[in-house]
């Protein structure tokens, strides 16, 4: 498996693989073939269907700069790959090169022809079952672990991820107004922490005060603030909601809560590896859902719970998002995405409290889950894979 350090980026909203991955791919195209007339890009597949909303348009001429370049959404072509972009370049009306490449996700790419590569790999073991039993073996925790294949800097990685998870949560806590993009969606974070009532209840205002940090991440990536992939930008609410909480819950330190975030990584890297984190592949399960378990991992790690209770959390968690759909409205990464990060903060904890009580009865294992969460995303109908021509995106009204 790759470094946490890609899974873990620090990037601007809405969407890691519409807007961070085609602007990689046209910096990839500048490298090699810049000096060009005027330029075309063309987007297939879900980066043609939602990319006005998700700004993959704005993103990419900003890329270009003041270079002449035109953009062409194809709706109609298939290819094999959901998030495809074709750059061809021009002098004097005739064409030069051109280059084929894909948005694998979580702002990763792929040029048409080459081998994905990207950089070395730092852990021997993929398989999450292999990983627990090292683990036993050699008397480490998960977060011990991606130390012992990273070295000691990968801390300090870590450290800038969570205080740039923190800013965005208080810069979204600090905002109001209407989002752009059309649908006049509200932003809430700032009333949702602010609400209180004299009859809440211990549950409620925990639920309350979680969601609101999950709105503020959500609603910051939605205007294209700058967020953590956790996996994705699409999910970057769950973690930074879940630990902050915590943290303030019950005095976590900035140690532990960097145990937590590589704990996270570990398992969100098992699936990045073995399945998918790309909604345009395998729908929302493989964001909100692989962030729903990295951040009940990271929890179960914070109470210091056993090896088998953390991935026992991290599998409930995932299992319960099975077949989530992708189909964001208008193709903003707003309704339902925004909500969904909260319900997914809220049930990753309530796996951690699942994990506590029913550990030593589960039958199902990590990679299982994660075997068929893949399986599922290929079956899925495109509709629902980040197209916005199904589901609630079509009926939406």
């Not at 800038?160 to 998870?165: F, N, T």
């Not at 819950?249 to 399945?275: M, P």
């Not at 990271?298 to 959390?313: C, N, P, R, T």
Request: charged letters at 20%.
């Amino acid at each position: 498996m790759k470094s946490l350090k890609q899974l873990y980026k620090i990037g601007v909203g809405p969407s890691s693989s519409h807007t961070m991955g085609p602007v990689k791919i046209v910096e990839r195209y500048l490298s090699e073939y810049d000096g060009c007339d005027s330029y075309t890009v063309t987007l297939y597949g879900s980066l043609a269907l939602t990319g006005k909303g998700h700004g993959t348009d704005s993103a990419i001429l900003k890329a270009f700069g003041n270079r002449p370049s035109h953009i062409i959404f194809d709706t109609e072509t298939k290819c094999v790959h959901p998030n495809t972009m074709l750059i061809t370049g021009y002098n004097n009306g005739q064409e030069v090169n051109r280059m084929q490449a894909f948005s694998i996700g979580g702002g990763d790419i792929l040029v048409a022809g080459e081998t994905y590569v990207d950089g070395e790999d730092v852990y021997t073991l993929n398989q999450f079952e292999q990983i627990k039993e090292y683990c036993k073996q050699h008397n480490l925790r998960y977060w011990q672990y991606a130390v012992l294949c990273e070295g000691e800097q990968i801390l300090d990685y870590v450290r800038e991820i969570w205080r740039v998870m923190q800013q965005s949560v208080n810069d979204g806590l600090n905002k109001d107004g209407v989002l752009h993009g059309g649908l006049n969606v509200v932003r809430r974070a700032k009333k949702l922490i602010q609400d209180t009532d004299k009859k809440e209840t211990a549950q409620t205002h925990e639920d309350r005060i979680v969601s609101a940090y999950a709105f503020a991440v959500g609603e910051q990536n939605a205007s294209g603030g700058t967020v953590v992939t956790a996996p994705t930008c699409g999910a970057s609410g769950v973690l930074p909601s879940v630990f902050r909480f915590a943290m303030e819950q019950n005095g976590f330190s900035e140690e532990e809560i960097c145990r937590a975030l590589l704990t996270a990584g570990i398992v969100g890297n098992v699936i990045k590896t073995n399945a998918s984190i790309s909604g345009a592949e395998c729908g929302c399960q493989a964001e909100i859902g692989s962030a729903c378990s990295m951040a009940a991992a990271g929890l179960a790690e914070l109470y210091k719970m056993s090896l088998d209770e953390i991935e026992y959390s991290a599998e409930v968690a995932l299992e319960h998002h099975l077949g989530l759909t992708c189909d964001p409205v208008c193709g903003l990464v707003q309704i339902p995405c925004i909500e969904r990060n909260a319900v997914a903060a809220m049930r990753a904890i309530n796996a951690v409290s699942l994990a506590t009580f029913l550990a030593d009865s589960r039958k199902v294992s990590f990679d299982t889950v994660v075997k068929a969460m893949y399986e599922t995303g290929r079956d899925m109908s495109e509709n629902y894979r980040e197209t916005s021509i199904g589901g609630l995106a079509k009926l939406y009204q």
